[in-house]
């Protein structure tokens, strides 16, 4: 994706992140995702290493930024983010679905979760792999995370 369509401004040709309230709001998603990701039954094993808090203000602070607020974020890009763990196209699905349900609970107008969501569909390809093989750690000494499905659930 270039750089300018991953922009919210330019996608919206307006600024995305006041029309939903700024951090204010990305911050009330973010917390109730997070709560859901953290208390899946497969998910949540993705996480094991992670630490909540960081977790979250790394999320709030990408997202602002691709929505045109301030660009606080430091990180690195989601494909590089997510390279030492096999996440299949079903784990990305699942936390898109509870992304939905986050909006919904948070109060965000269905016209804004629309754009939010397909925003959020547009990263599939940087972090979803078909196989364990496409992996690596992000650095020298660090595994790969497989984590797999449950069958209770
Ligand atoms: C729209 C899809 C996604 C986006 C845009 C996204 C974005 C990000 C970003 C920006 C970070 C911070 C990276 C850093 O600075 O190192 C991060 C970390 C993380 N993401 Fe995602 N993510 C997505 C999907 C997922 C999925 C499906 C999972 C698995 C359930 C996942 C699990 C994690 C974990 C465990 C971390 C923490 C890594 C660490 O502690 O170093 N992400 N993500």
Redesign the pocket.
Known sequence: MGQAQAKGKSQLGDNFFAEIGGFACLERVHDLLYEK?YAHPW?KG??V??KLEI?KS??ND?WAALMGGPSR?G??S?RD??VH?F?PAE??AI?HELLGEALVEAGVPEALREIWLDM?TN?EKA?VNKSPDECHGRYRSEEVIIVPRPEDF
């Open positions: 990701l998910l993705f996480f290493k992670s977790v790394q999320q990408f974020y990180g690195r989601p983010a997510h763990m996440l784990v990305f936390r959020d990263f972090v």
